[in-house]
């Protein structure tokens, strides 16, 4: 089962052409400029952001583990072999957490396949962002905060925050997992809360662009939350939750194992271990902000899956186990038939949920690689160029680094920077600006631009029906336009 989970992952990313999602483009770039200039360098590509002025990489040591990946012949080759090898290492640590957690060694099988029986998860495991490689981290803090181990703690909580803005939560869950030990055993270790702590300063403080980090934590890990929950900026899908029915059958066997742990726990009375509660204390904070964002459930599915796996083992350890078994074999040959039936029903779901997000990835990246090509080929080099959509320069930077680009990965470091700067921007996207020729002319300096046709046809159309702007290329998909001297 090992193995071929193995073969899915590859199989997975390599059964197109493209990236999956968008920032993997500007990863890979950035991974790049990291060798080329090193970690303190002037990130001009996002001129109207605190990028520009206040850069610091809050995806640092991702970035350098993707280094030997763009020494191959074409780095994007280079972006989707490193997704595939990341995954494979979530992949293989999720196995040994499960050997270590799950006694039911029958199990095991079955949750190395429920695995992989989620297309949103599947797509997130595919892309080549560092959040598959922060996933397989949590898994073994947990690990080790169960067991009380203060180096790896301490290691990987700088590891962690050297790699990712949501660092801090790392000694949240550091409380809440002592929280747990206290109700059951009346110890609190403060050692482990305080390791983490330490290895929280030291990951911000190691950061070779200090104090900016504590900006773009500032920013990326506090506002956009805010923003998410209490206004409409422009922010990602992803900090947005899933309808019902996306979320079941996107996530089945999640609902599926918070179902089966409520109704064991309702129905019988055991002593559940410190572990699996922890287990299932952080895999539940993850679980109630995905109905806010639909990020977290990404992360909370493996987690979840462990937390099933350590309660059934409990469960498997008590006194309760042969009388319930002997009561009861009638309905537990029908749970177990119906385990199949579900797999196989959900599974051949997956499939084609996992198709179709396949194409739609072929589709949608294919014609973001035409447009960075050829601005590549034909803009002239240190053009600030217009992109309807803030995170369209995610592809262009990482297809066309030559040229300048307004904000990437969030809109808030624009907004931050100058909302009134940000506000014309957005007013002349959606075309609600009145002479737009003038805005980005005249505040942005602007000579070149793109623009996509699935939000911004207003736009398009003042573009269109402007002499002062002339269309160089079009597809189905998009316009890059010229302004007129």
């Not at 850069?55 to 989707?80: C, Q, R, S």
């Not at 072999?81 to 999720?94: E, G, N, Q, W």
């Not at 000694?171 to 609190?188: D, H, M, T």
């Not at 350590?310 to 009861?328: C, I, P, R, T």
């Amino acid at each position: 089962m090992l193995l071929l989970g193995i073969a899915v992952i590859f199989a997975s990313q390599f059964s197109i052409p493209t990236l999956f999602s968008a920032d993997g483009y500007l990863h890979i770039r950035m991974a790049k400029f990291l060798y080329q200039y090193g970690p303190r360098y002037n990130f001009h590509w996002a001129r109207f952001s605190t990028f520009a002025t206040n850069f610091a990489d809050k995806d640092f040591l991702y970035h350098v583990l993707l280094i030997p990946f763009t020494f191959l012949a074409d780095i994007f080759w280079g972006a989707k072999l490193s997704a595939a090898i990341f995954a494979v290492c979530l992949y293989l640590i999720f196995w040994i957490t499960l050997r270590r957690y799950c006694l039911i060694k029958l199990l095991i099988p079955f949750f190395l396949l429920i695995f992989f029986i989620s297309a949103p998860f599947l797509q997130g495991l595919a892309q080549p962002r560092n959040m598959v490689f922060i996933i397989a981290l949590t898994l073994l803090y947990v690990h080790y905060l169960i067991n009380k181990k203060l180096l790896p703690l301490f290691i990987i909580t700088v590891i962690y925050t050297l790699s990712h803005v949501s660092g801090p939560y790392l000694l949240l869950f550091a409380i809440l997992g002592e929280c747990v030990r206290f109700a059951n055993e009346r110890v609190f270790s403060f050692k482990s809360v305080l390791t983490v702590a330490l290895g929280l300063i030291s990951g911000f403080l190691l950061h070779p662009n200090f104090p900016n980090n504590i900006l773009v934590f500032y920013l990326n890990g506090i506002l956009v939350p805010i923003f998410a929950l209490k206004w409409g900026l422009e922010l990602g899908a992803e900090f947005f939750p899933l309808n019902t029915r996306d979320f079941v059958l996107g996530y089945p066997f999640i609902l599926i194992s918070v179902v089966i742990l409520i109704a064991m726990g309702l129905s019988q009375h055991r002593k559940i271990s410190i572990a699996t509660q922890i287990w299932m204390c952080i895999a539940g904070f993850f679980f109630v902000f995905s109905f806010f964002s639909q990020r977290y459930l990404i992360h909370a599915y493996p987690l979840i899956l462990v937390s099933l796996a350590s309660y059934l083992s409990d469960w498997w350890l008590s006194a309760e186990k042969l009388l319930y078994l002997k009561g009861h074999k009638g309905f537990i040959a029908l749970m177990v038939s119906g385990a199949f039936v579900f797999l196989a029903v959900f599974g051949l779901h997956t499939y084609r949920d996992f198709k179709g997000r396949l194409a739609g990835e072929v589709f949608y990246n294919s014609h973001y690689e035409a447009v960075g090509k050829w601005m590549s080929k034909y803009l002239p080099a240190g053009e600030v160029v217009f992109h309807a959509n803030w995170s369209d320069s995610q592809y262009f930077i990482g297809l066309n680094p030559k040229d300048d680009y307004f904000v990437t990965l969030d809109p808030i470091y624009m907004y931050y920077q100058s909302p009134r700067a940000y506000n014309l921007y957005r007013q002349v996207a959606f075309g609600d600006s009145p002479d737009p020729y003038t805005v980005l002319k005249n505040i942005f300096g602007v000579r070149y631009g793109y623009a996509g046709k699935n939000y911004f046809s207003r736009f398009i159309a003042q573009v269109k029906s402007d002499s002062r702007f002339s269309v160089l290329a079009e597809d189905g998909l998009g316009i890059i336009f010229r302004l007129q001297p």
